[in-house]
């Protein structure tokens, strides 16, 4: 009962994160003891650490064919190492530059023109009175998250591409036709579009819910010293949006480099790859289908440490200017 | 006071309205009992423009799925008549139903997705439930450094070319699980889970300890039951998430019997290849059969209805189960 009881003392008093010794030390367990006490909550984690190493970090071993002429015959023992030929290789490619060029391109636009749009979708629906309209509303727009991007991608087509809709009621009204899926000059409009289509509803559930939070007494306060809606949206709305929106701007730049990689690969040949290969869609073709598989894991690599260094880095800038960031500071 | 120009309102409405200011003579408008005191209600044009966005942003989600839906259970005339997809249903039948669900890829790749949707989501559920609790007791032995090895996954992957070559080397290569076992944990997932059974009021589950019970049992008579939301909803992530996958069935299925109805929708539907077995040069001379569009648009609503069907109730969950883990981790 002895182990018991320390078990719950501990459980409930909860120290904060990252604090290394509490202030007032309960008797000091000892290793084993501890390791006996929880042992079971120990065999509960097992079968997913088992998994999560297996295939998530095994693979990670599996990047040293970037320092190799890799072989799929030979293996990762009788392929040749070729030192940093890959990654020299990668800095003079010409497609692996438009791979970058391309993403930048994609996550910057979608900054401007995707970012805003669950906020403003957000504030529209919570000024929205009647509980029912807004329910409805809201189910609507999340459904279509919940679509694969085959689905999005056809649902598209069958609306803006050659002969979808949209082009039917063109050519009726005796307009040209206007192929949105194949045309590379209108593809930044089209993918993003089909992002706010899929994603931008589903966006405003955090929004909302950062909403619901705020004290209607701030709204008051400020109703009662003369403020107009302009006002309240300045001073009470918006401040409360602020953590959510930085929260999900770090996010967004961990992930700069990955673009919507199913969406893309579902349209490369339509619009062909000038204008749609990226860095994912670009590892693919270069190692799985073209086989050159040391460069593709090379390429894949870069791109993995430098969103990790991304990810850390808007965190710490997080911290800099007094947010809370992704994760606690340990 | 339909209009507003009765301006004798009951009195019981008066506290509600804000004095107008003095000067100024405003119109007595209905004032709707759910708007808070603080709001001046709105100009009717500010409120017809938002009513005509909302339904437009209603209706780009709705319109093409009807639009969808109705092709799906058309005839060729009217596919024909129509132009491509239809909108006002013209001549209806369950022909393209009928013919996908007759044998063939189509039926076979639902096959596969229910198989690899309904065995993978089991899997990950529990899985997901039993680490997050495992993890939900921060002074426990070996939190800290078990808790790392979730976390990590989530910024740093090991890449595609890596992870194929893993699965190569395993053999799994146009197996089924390896559509499941690689992502059958998300860390994501399990931080939620576990955020939500942090929350659950601590005296309860001392209570049970008090009373004899292990983790095993505290789980699974009292959290579990308590965490119905969070469950759901991780549920539906993983659902969705093994239900709508292409792209690793693309990488590591390549015999066609094997696909899954996303890749099937992806070769078939999106690309047009012609489907094996409904050639559509012998079959269009069969009474009553339905070619092109309207079998296409059956396979879109085939892989849409397990969604749309459990969709509903798992909605209701949302706020709950998601924001109650996200914003708090």
Do not use: E, I, K, M
């Given at each position: 009962m002895d182990a018991a009881d320390s078990t719950t003392g501990d459980f409930a008093r909860r120290?904060?994160?990252?604090?290394?010794?509490?202030?007032?030390?309960?008797?000091k367990l000892s290793a084993w003891t501890r390791f006996k006490r929880d042992r079971s909550l120990i065999l509960m984690t097992l079968p997913a650490v088992l998994l999560l190493l297996l295939f998530a970090y095994l693979p990670m071993a599996g990047n040293i064919a970037a320092w190799q002429d890799y072989r799929p015959a030979r293996g990762f023992r009788g392929s040749a190492f070729i030192a940093w030929d890959n990654f020299e290789r990668m800095f003079t490619n010409e497609r692996f530059a438009l791979a970058v060029k391309n993403t930048l391109i994609i996550t910057g636009f979608q900054l401007v023109f995707y970012f805003p749009v669950p906020i403003i979708l957000a504030l529209l629906l919570n000024s929205v009175l009647s509980t029912k309209v807004r329910t409805f509303i809201q189910s609507v727009v999340y459904?279509?998250?919940?679509?694969?991007w085959v689905i999005v991608v056809t649902v598209f087509q069958q609306m803006f591409?050659?002969?979808?809709l949209v082009n039917r009621v063109l050519l009726q009204n005796g307009r040209q036709p206007f192929d949105l899926m194949t045309n590379p000059d209108t593809f930044l409009i089209l993918i993003t579009s089909q992002s706010i289509w899929k994603d931008a509803g589903w966006g405003i559930i955090i929004f909302l819910a950062a909403l619901s939070t705020v004290d209607p007494a701030l709204h008051e306060a400020v109703a009662i010293d003369g403020g107009n809606w302009w006002r309240r949206m300045w001073h009470v709305t918006l401040p409360a949006l602020r953590p959510v929106v930085i929260l999900l701007l770090i996010l967004r730049l961990g992930d700069a480099l990955s673009v919507g990689f199913e969406q893309l690969i579902l349209q490369r040949a339509a619009v062909g790859a000038d204008t749609s290969e990226v860095i994912d869609t670009f590892v693919y073709y270069q190692g799985v289908i073209a086989g050159d598989w040391g460069f593709a894991t090379a390429a894949g690599l870069v791109k993995g440490v430098v969103g990790l260094m991304l990810v850390l880095g808007a965190n710490k800038l997080a911290h800099m200017v007094g947010e809370a960031g992704v994760y606690q500071k340990a | 006071m339909s209009t507003g120009s009765v301006p004798t309102l009951g009195s019981a409405e008066a506290p509600i309205t804000p004095a107008p200011e003095p000067g100024t003579v405003r119109r007595v408008r209905r004032r709707n009992p759910n708007r808070p005191v603080y709001q001046e209600e709105p100009k009717a044009i500010t409120k017809i423009s938002k009513g005509v966005l909302l339904t437009i942003i209603v209706l780009t989600v709705i319109f093409p799925l009807w639009s969808i839906i109705i092709t799906s259970f058309s005839t060729n005339a009217a596919v024909t008549r129509a132009g491509g997809m239809v909108v006002l249903p013209d001549e209806l039948t369950i022909a393209a139903y009928r013919q996908i669900i007759a044998g063939g890829i189509v039926t076979r790749a639902v096959g596969v997705s229910v198989f690899v949707t309904g065995v993978g989501t089991l899997l990950s559920t529990t899985l997901t439930i039993l680490a997050a609790w495992g993890l939900s007791k921060p002074t426990s032995f070996g939190h800290r450094p078990i808790l790392f090895i979730f976390l990590m996954t989530m910024f740093f992957g090991a890449g595609m070319i890596p992870s194929y070559l893993l699965i190569s080397n395993l053999g799994l290569l146009n197996s089924l699980w390896a559509l499941i076992l690689?992502?059958?944990?998300s860390a994501f997932n399990v931080l939620i889970t576990r955020n939500f059974f942090m929350a659950i009021e601590p005296a309860i589950i001392e209570a049970a300890r008090i009373d004899g019970a292990g983790e095993w049992r505290i789980l699974s008579t009292i959290v579990v039951p308590l965490s119905r939301a969070v469950i759901a909803v991780v549920a539906l992530f993983y659902g969705v998430g093994y239900w709508n996958a292409f792209f690793n069935a693309m990488l590591y299925i390549n015999d066609n019997t094997k696909w899954p109805l996303q890749l099937v929708l992806r070769s078939y539907v999106l690309q047009g290849q012609a489907m094996p077995g409904a050639d559509p040069g012998q079959i269009d001379i069969r009474e009553g059969q339905v070619t092109g569009l309207p079998i296409q648009m059956a396979v879109v609503v085939l892989a849409l209805v397990p969604i749309l069907m459990i969709y509903p109730f798992v909605q209701r969950h949302f706020t709950k189960g998601v924001i109650f883990g996200a914003v708090k981790g």
């Open positions: 120290p904060r994160r990252g604090r290394r010794a509490p202030a007032a030390p309960t008797r459904l279509p998250h919940f679509f694969s591409g050659g002969a979808g | 690689p992502g059958a944990v």
